[in-house]
């Protein structure tokens, strides 16, 4: 016999649950690529859908960008505030770049991945280089 010992439904259809997680020095992203790959070639009819950590990774994927422009923005504001002027926080801020050029230039030679904490890690450099 093959299948599940159980009956399990998502969505009101019948259902089975696939767990995994990335491989050592694999990122989630690229690991749910792959399993979109590998879901590519399942017959019609069979389908699949993200849930959990994974739905949520999907779901907030492409917002970085904006998330960092708006960090930028902030910081230029309390700078602003800081020093009563406009035009000294773009003076201050040209630091910035190096610090994120040097903070992924060495997650790239270490071989890290751009997961959660790197991300809090680089706005966290973002804030330390504008402070200074």
Do not use: H
Not at 35 to 55: C, F, N, Q, V
Request: charged content about 15%.
């Amino acid at each position: 016999e093959y299948g599940s010992p159980r009956l399990e439904r998502y969505n009101g259809l019948p259902s089975m649950e696939i767990l995994g997680q990335a491989a050592p020095g694999k990122s989630t992203g690229e690991a749910m690529a792959m399993m979109e790959e590998l879901a590519s070639k399942l017959p019609s009819g069979i389908g699949y859908d993200w849930t959990g950590m994974s739905y949520q990774e999907r779901l907030s994927g492409n917002q970085a960008p904006a998330l960092y422009a708006i960090s930028l923005i902030v910081v230029f504001l309390c700078l602003a505030a800081l020093y009563e002027s406009w035009s000294i926080p773009f003076s201050v801020m040209l630091v910035v770049p190096l610090g994120v050029i040097g903070a992924l230039l060495a997650a790239t030679f270490r071989g890290l991945t751009n997961d959660v904490y790197f991300q809090v890690g680089l706005l966290t450099t973002i804030g330390l280089s504008a402070k200074n």
